[in-house]
């Protein structure tokens, strides 16, 4: 045997909506090439000019987003309700990513807490970083599953708009699979 430990990685490559793809080609987006990519100890998502890297160990939780508004939801885009920031290639659906420390980018060198990729795979991708597949992907109304993303900070259909999110419910720091401190970041 050599010693050599065999390295796994992991590709999750973006759904695009080709509809939109020339508003996609400013940010240097090549579909083939663009993704996430998961080694295994580290996570890089790629867009175009842009990229966020940190250790799988950073990462505290994926779940499944849904219903973008169209305008809202393509190309690199930081939130104006919060420090999150999405990759975005279709309206659709995506996976939202926690960081416990915030990891920095282009567009905010004091880091975000969340990343929101719009992948292929989606099942895939949360499992792979330790979620739960099912919450988002249960055949509820699209209704039921955008409330259900309101008790997220970063997912709620109103945060994606760049509005304040003063709809929340106020308990909602208690409830659901992610658990936030009253400042959005998630509670140990």
């Given at each position: 045997?050599?010693?050599k430990?065999?390295r796994?990685?992991?590709?999750?490559?973006?759904?695009v909506?080709?509809?939109?793809?020339?508003?996609?080609l400013?940010?240097?987006?090549?579909?083939?090439?663009?993704?996430?990519?998961?080694?295994d100890a580290?996570?890089?998502?790629?867009?175009?000019?842009f990229?966020l890297?940190?250790?799988?160990d950073?990462?505290?939780?994926?779940h499944i987003?849904r219903?973008?508004?169209w305008?809202?939801a393509f190309?690199?885009r930081?939130?104006m309700?919060?420090?999150g920031?999405?990759f975005g290639?279709n309206?659709?659906?995506g996976?939202?990513?926690?960081f416990?420390?915030?990891?920095?980018?282009r567009l905010?060198?004091?880091?975000?807490?969340?990343?929101?990729v719009?992948?292929e795979?989606?099942a895939?991708?949360?499992?792979?970083?330790?979620g739960?597949p099912?919450l988002?992907?249960?055949g509820?109304?699209p209704?039921?599953?955008?409330?259900?993303?309101?008790?997220?900070?970063?997912c709620?259909?109103r945060s994606?708009?760049?509005?304040?999110?003063?709809?929340?419910?106020?308990?909602?720091?208690?409830?659901?699979p992610?658990?936030?401190?009253?400042?959005g970041?998630p509670?140990a």
């Amino acid at each position: 045997m050599s010693g050599k430990t065999k390295r796994m990685t992991q590709h999750f490559g973006y759904a695009v909506d080709r509809r939109y793809l020339p508003l996609l080609l400013p940010f240097g987006f090549k579909p083939g090439r663009d993704g996430v990519t998961l080694g295994d100890a580290t996570f890089e998502a790629t867009f175009g000019f842009f990229k966020l890297a940190t250790s799988r160990d950073n990462i505290t939780g994926a779940h499944i987003t849904r219903d973008y508004r169209w305008w809202t939801a393509f190309g690199v885009r930081g939130s104006m309700a919060d420090d999150g920031l999405s990759f975005g290639s279709n309206y659709r659906a995506g996976v939202c990513i926690h960081f416990a420390e915030k990891v920095p980018s282009r567009l905010r060198k004091s880091g975000h807490s969340a990343l929101t990729v719009t992948v292929e795979d989606l099942a895939g991708l949360t499992r792979a970083l330790g979620g739960d597949p099912d919450l988002g992907l249960t055949g509820r109304s699209p209704a039921t599953e955008r409330a259900s993303s309101a008790e997220c900070p970063h997912c709620s259909p109103r945060s994606a708009a760049g509005f304040h999110p003063s709809s929340w419910r106020t308990d909602h720091q208690d409830s659901g699979p992610f658990r936030h401190s009253r400042s959005g970041r998630p509670a140990a």
